[in-house]
């Protein structure tokens, strides 16, 4: 396992980080703890969860888990999402933010988190109260590192000129959903981080499961996470676009052509990519996560990544385009 530094700070990250959502829910308690042993016996360190994953059952199930091995977890969560029936029980509000930090570490166990991230964009909350508090978090010791997941790039942008003005801790990580097969982060966020010094964690690394090849073009899913999923795991997403499977297809001949299972090429694709600091994957069994662990430890020849990229690319747009033509190189 390789370990990468996290944005701008020296906090190194195993290559691969262990999605959690499915914990309690998909996977029972027992298996659940056992994959966190795996992942940490195999090297992984860094494991990402949320206060809304299955009503707080994920972040109790990894504090369960971790209890015997803190010091070896870089340990992230998320606050947002509605938790509660008042008001005041989503967002980001200092109110919010101190309670929701407070009942994540009471439910992981322990009194500090590495990382904090905010869950998606608060139209109500001025950014400016969320970093505040954050910041406050930080110097409290409760937690060690900030992020955002779900921003635009000019919301992450707007919060890291905040941070600098006000000398504020600033977001060292960005977790958007991006893969071969999700690749609109490209427009904007992904040259953000990269000029900002961002790490980025991708979430949805798989597609949700479409890239490892178990869904067939035309036959509408029983089974698996695209047959009852909605919105970005819907079926109808991934099903309705002919450029999906067309990556699909690569990635099943290339992992053909390697040995490899078409999860491992779809993963290592990402491990590769320069902007990626850990994508964070999911599983359902303990087999899909010793597969997916099989995306470490080797990478694609630069004639598969390539060819990865250009079937996967977003189309040309303006002002990408026009910027492209004046470019300026010494
Ligand atoms: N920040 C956010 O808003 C956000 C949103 C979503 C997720 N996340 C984080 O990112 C993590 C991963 O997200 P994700 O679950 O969407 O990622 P993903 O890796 O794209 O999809 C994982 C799902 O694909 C299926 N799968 C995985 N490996 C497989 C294999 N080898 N063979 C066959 N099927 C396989 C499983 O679902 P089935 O078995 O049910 O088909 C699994 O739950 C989450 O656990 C969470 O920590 C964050």
């Known amino acids: 396992m390789k370990y990468n530094v996290l944005g701008k700070s020296g906090l190194l990250v195993s290559e691969l980080c262990l999605g959690t959502m499915t914990f309690g829910n998909q996977i029972n308690e027992k298996d659940s703890i056992r994959m966190i042993h795996q992942f940490l016996d195999q090297g992984g360190n860094f494991i990402d969860t949320a206060d809304v994953y ?17 010091s070896e977890v870089v340990l992230a969560t998320k606050v947002r999402m509605k938790v509660g029936p008042h008001p005041n029980d989503f967002g980001y509000s200092r109110r919010r933010i101190l309670e929701g930090i407070d009942q994540s570490l009471r439910r992981l166990n322990t009194d500090y988190l590495d990382l904090y991230q905010l869950h998606v964009w ?16 930080i110097s409290s010791g409760k937690v060690r590192y900030i992020g955002c997941s779900n921003f635009l790039a000019w919301q992450i942008m707007k919060a ?9 801790a600033r977001f060292i990580s960005v977790q958007p ?5 999700n690749r609109e982060m490209d427009r904007e966020v992904m040259s953000l981080c990269r000029e900002e010094n961002v790490g980025v964690i991708p979430w949805g690394p798989l597609g949700s499961g479409f890239l490892t090849g178990k869904y067939k073009q035309g036959e509408t899913p029983t089974t698996g996470r695209l047959a009852k999923g909605g919105g970005e ?4 997403k991934y099903n309705s676009n002919q450029k999906n499977f067309d990556i699909l297809h690569t990635v099943q001949d290339i992992a053909l052509e390697i040995g490899k299972a078409p999860s491992q090429v779809a993963l290592n694709w990402l491990i590769g990519k ?39 690319k ?13 470019s300026r190189t010494i």
């Open 274 to 312: 320069e902007e990626v600091t850990s994508p964070i994957f999911g599983a359902t069994s303990l087999s899909q996560f010793e597969e997916n662990m099989g995306a470490t430890g080797w990478s694609l020849t630069e004639e598969h990544w390539n060819r990865l990229d250009e079937v996967s």
């Open 160 to 168: 890291l000129s905040y941070s600098d003005f006000k000398r504020y």
């Open 122 to 137: 608060d139209n109500l909350t001025p950014i400016e109260e969320a970093i505040r508090t954050l910041d406050d978090l």
């Open 233 to 236: 795991s819907s079926w109808e």
């Open 177 to 181: 959903q991006y893969s071969l097969v």
């Open 314 to 326: 977003l189309p040309e747009e303006y002002p990408q385009r026009f910027l492209d033509k004046f």
């Open 54 to 70: 299955v009503g707080g059952e994920s972040e109790r199930i990894v504090g369960k888990a971790i209890n015997e091995r803190r």
